[in-house]
């Protein structure tokens, strides 16, 4: 439940939204492909949303295939991640829990002291592990119990407060803990429950810009916690999870760390492969603008870099379909996008020269007569429409006579 809380709160915490990750192949007559941008902040909407659809207009595949912050999820997904031998020690710290009860039950209490004492240690060390605060509460209240066969009152009510903080919720059972420490628990519990009003916030600080998702005793969020330690684990994008046993008098300033996946574009073959095995795609399709440019190049995960793209005069679609159609030889090491060198000039304009006399088919008489032919169709049109004018206007029976009266009448 921790962990599904844990992926909620991260989503809340100002990851960019992603796409569904699909499998590897889950696209109709394509694959699984991820988009990363040098510096996708600085890239307009409209851009990427050209990409994307030009990719998919010509890979065949289902725009859900294209994980279009392929580098975003793979960073995000780093500071949930820890490496199966980190995750195998729960196992074994189950085990000396277990040894300890044992040793306990069969009254060898010395022994279960040492034993669950040692136990703590290892787990204080390693806080970042998953249910490591669950496990501190149970090594607690065996120490409880310890301590109460012992007659250690100090030492009960130490364990106990240390149990109460780590989880104020919880209510041990009378059949596994006895009767006599459950009570001293409860009433514990009743007095901090009661004060949660004035519950203290951990001190907790980086000096990094980046935002950071807090983990308080397995539980996702910063909030008010009870007096007492705390395992505490912070979580930043492209970096390894980091934690501590916190003191709610005690700051901690979280360490700088040295992140496993920087934002941008892929440096080297192995930073490309984290992100494909991390994203779950088949390749990547890295992508930068200078200026009004774009530069492409393709990552065949397992395999390398192809050759870089950059945009000429004819557009974007012979560059996507090459990265599409993707490299079978020529591979390189790094990405040629990642640097600041100059890209290749863009080849001039070709602009159509003008024709020269006697190059046309007919000769310059021709083009001499192509150039006065409009002007004759007019001239003629003028000359008929005129011609038609004076023969309409003119009277059926012309007179050359003069009326001299009608002509001097006033």
């Not at 903080?165 to 009767?179: F, I, K, N, W, Y």
């Amino acid at each position: 439940m921790h962990w599904v809380l844990l992926a909620a709160a991260w989503s809340v915490a100002g990851s960019p939204a992603t796409e569904p990750v699909v499998e590897l192949g889950d696209a109709a007559g394509g694959e699984a492909i991820g988009v990363v941008w040098h510096d996708q902040a600085t890239v307009a909407p409209a851009i990427q949303q050209r990409l994307v659809d030009e990719l998919v207009a010509r890979s065949g595949s289902r725009r859900s295939a294209v994980v279009e912050e392929a580098a975003t999820l793979a960073r995000s997904r780093v500071a949930l991640e820890l490496p199966q031998s980190r995750l195998d020690v729960v196992a074994g710290w189950r085990s000396l829990l277990d040894e300890a009860s044992s040793a306990y039950r069969a009254g060898q209490l010395p022994a279960a002291r040492l034993a669950v004492i040692g136990l703590l240690e290892i787990v204080r060390a390693d806080p970042v592990v998953p249910g490591a605060a669950a496990l501190a509460w149970r090594a607690h209240m065996l120490r409880a119990q310890l301590s109460w066969a012992e007659g250690d009152a100090v030492g009960l009510e130490e364990a106990i407060v240390a149990a109460v903080a780590l989880d104020p919720e919880a209510r041990p059972s009378t059949r596994q803990v006895p009767p006599p420490v459950v009570e001293a628990y409860l009433r514990r519990r009743e007095v901090v429950m009661a004060e949660v009003a004035s519950w203290p916030e951990l001190e907790v600080s980086w000096s990094s810009r980046e935002s950071m998702a807090l983990e308080i005793d397995g539980v996702p969020g910063r909030r008010p916690v009870p007096p007492g330690e705390h395992f505490v684990v912070v979580r930043r994008p492209g970096a390894a999870p980091v934690g501590a046993v916190v003191h709610t008098s005690t700051p901690w300033v979280v360490p700088d760390q040295t992140p496993v996946l920087k934002p941008g574009l892929p440096v080297d073959r192995e930073t490309a492969q984290r992100i494909c095995e991390s994203a779950e795609v088949s390749w990547l399709l890295l992508a930068r603008v200078r200026g009004d440019r774009l530069g492409l190049q393709r990552y065949a995960c397992g395999v390398g870099f192809g050759p870089a793209w950059f945009e000429a005069r004819e557009g974007w679609a012979p560059g996507i379909e090459r990265m599409v159609a993707g490299p079978h030889a020529g591979f390189v090491e790094s990405s040629e996008l990642h640097g600041e060198g100059p890209w290749p000039a863009m080849p001039p304009r070709v602009r159509p020269r003008p024709a020269a006399w006697g190059e046309s088919s007919g000769g310059p008489t021709h083009a001499r007569l192509r150039r006065a032919l409009p002007w004759i169709l007019i001239g003629g049109a003028i000359a008929g429409a005129v011609t038609l004018g004076v023969l309409v206007a003119r009277d059926p029976n012309p007179s050359l006579a003069i009326d001299g009266n009608g002509f001097l009448r006033p």
